[in-house]
C-alpha cells in the first residue's frame, strides 16, 4: 500500500470524557518467505515487525498510564479472560500472533512468579515469560491449513460462490486489457525471475506472485539476477499492476459475495464487540490475524476506497486495523446508545512514527459513529461463518452446511409416500431420469457455460492462475519451480 497522507486521517486521542470500553484488533502477519516456495516461513524481520505492533498496541491499550487504556484491563500480567486471540492455523500467522503478544505483554520478571505450599517461589522461566494461547480460527466453514502457501486469493474461503465470483475476474473487461498490454513488460523482466517463472507464466496473470517473488527477493537476497533491470520505476509498476490484481480478486461493487472474507469478520467483529458492552466478563480486547485480503475486501465492503485509493492496493507486512468501543457515559455499565465505535488502521508496522489513524467508515463524514449505526452499517454485508446465511449466500451444501439443507431430501422421501396415486415404479424412473438430467446439467454448466476447461494437475511449484471447475479452491498453476 502507497504511504502517502490519506484523506480525512486523524491520530486518535480519547478526550478526557472517554472511556475506552474494548477494543478489536485485526492484524497482517511479519515479513515472510516468498509463495514460490512452500511452505512460508516468518523470517527474523517479520518478528520484529509485529513484537513492535504489539508493544505499541500495549502502550495504547494495556499501560495503566494511557489515556486510551481500555478500562479495567490488567496491564502487568494478562488476564486470559480479557483476551480472546486467534488465527488460522498457519505457520506465518500464527507465529505472527504468539509473537506480538509477546509486545503486548511482555515478560514480567518477578511479577509473574508463584508462591508454593512450602514457600518456595517461583518465577516463569524467561524472565517471566508470559504464556498466552493462540487459539486456531477456522478461515472457511471446513477449516482450513497453511492459508499463506496459498497465492490464490479465494483458495482458503471455502465459498464457492465467492470463488466463482472471483474467477469472473479472470473474464473482466480490465483484467483482459491488462493481460495485453502488460505482456511485453513482464517478458522484459523475465531474466529476473525466469528460474521461477517460465516465459508463459510471465504474464499479468501471475501479477501477484511474480510481485512478491520479486519483493521477498528485494529485502533479502544479497543478489538477484539480471537486478539492473528492477528500476524503482519498475519495481513501481510490478507493485501497481499486483495491487490492481488483487483489489480484483478481493472485491467487486456487483458481486459482493466476491468479499466473503470481509463479511465474515465484519460478523465477528460486531458479535464480539457487542459482548463487550453486554458482559463484563467477555474479553476486552479481541485480536485475530489474517491475510492481505481479508484487509482489501473489508475496504472494499466498507466503501473506504472513497476516502482513498490507497485502500485498494495490497496492505503491508504487519499492518493493523483496530475498532475502538467508547462511551462518554460516566455510568459503569452504559446502555448501547451511549456507546460509539472508531476506526483506526496503520499501514504496515505501527509506532510512534506510523501510528494508527482514525478513518470515516460507510461513506459516513465522521470518524466516530454511535454503536447503532456502526451495527447497521456492518450488517449491511456481515456473514456469520458457517451459519444458514453464509451458506445460502455461498451456495455450500456440503460439510457444516449439510445440516441446514437435510430437509430437502427428506422432503423429496416424503413426497414419494405420499397419496399422489404414482406408483413406486414409475417414481422410480421419474426420480433417476431426473437425477440424470442433473448430473449432465451440471457437466454441460461445468464445460460450456461457464467456458471452463479440464486442465492436467502438475507438480506444486508456480502460481500460475488456472481455470478450474466450480468447487475447487486453487486457481495456481502448480508446475515444479526451480530454485535460482
Known sequence: MHTKALLLASIPAATAAETILGAYIFSRHGDRTTKAYSPTKLTTLGAEQVYLSGSWYRSRYIDEKSSTRINGISSDLADLTEL??????????????GIFL?????????????????????????????????????????????????????????????????????????????????KEFYQKLLPVYESTFPSESATFKNAYSIFDYIHVSTIHNASIPSSNLLTPSNLQTLSDLANIHEFGLAYNA??????????????HI???????????????????????????????????PAVSQDFTAIVDYASSMAFELFTTSSSSSPSENEVFVRFLFANGTVSDSNPAKTYPLFGQDKTELPWATFVSEMNKFALEGGSKEWCDACGEKTGQCA?????????????AKSGSGMSNAVAGVIGA????????????????????????????????????????????????????
Not at 480472546?84 to 500472533?97: F, I, K, M
Not at 456487483?254 to 460478523?267: K, Q
Not at 458479535?271 to 480486547?285: A, E, M
Open 254 to 267: 456487483s458481486s459482493p459475495i466476491r468479499a466473503v472474507a470481509g463479511s465474515v469478520l465484519a460478523s
Open 403 to 415: 445440516a441446514y439443507f437435510s430437509g430437502e431430501s427428506a422432503g423429496v422421501a416424503a413426497a
Open 84 to 97: 480472546a486471540v486467534t488465527a488460522p492455523v498457519d505457520n506465518v500467522l500464527q507465529g505472527s500472533a
Open 102 to 182: 509477546q509486545g503486548l505483554y511482555p515478560p514480567a520478571g518477578s511479577v509473574n512468579s508463584q508462591k508454593l505450599a512450602n514457600g518456595t517461589t517461583i518465577e516463569a522461566p524467561l524472565s517471566g515469560y508470559q504464556y498466552i494461547p493462540v487459539n486456531s480460527a477456522a478461515v472457511t466453514s471446513r477449516g482450513s491449513n497453511q492459508a499463506e502457501s496459498s497465492a490464490w486469493l479465494q483458495g482458503n474461503s471455502g465459498c464457492p460462490a465467492a470463488v466463482n465470483s472471483s474467477q469472473a475476474y479472470f473474464q473482466s473487461k480490465e483484467y483482459l486489457e491488462l493481460l495485453e498490454s502488460t
Open 270 to 304: 460486531v458479535s464480539t464487540l457487542k459482548s463487550s458492552i453486554s458482559s463484563s466478563s467477555s474479553p476486552k480486547l479481541n485480536i485475530q490475524f489474517g491475510p492481505y485480503g481479508t484487509f482489501a475486501s473489508f475496504f472494499g465492503l466498507s466503501q473506504l
Open 433 to 484: 431420469m431426473v437425477t440424470l438430467g442433473v448430473v449432465l446439467g451440471l457437466q454441460a454448466l461445468i464445460l460450456g457455460v461457464g467456458g471452463l476447461r479440464l486442465t492436467k494437475r502438475r507438480k506444486q511449484g508456480t502460481s500460475e492462475v488456472l481455470e478450474v471447475p466450480t468447487g475447487k479452491t486453487s486457481l495456481s498453476d502448480t508446475s515444479s519451480v526451480r530454485k535460482a
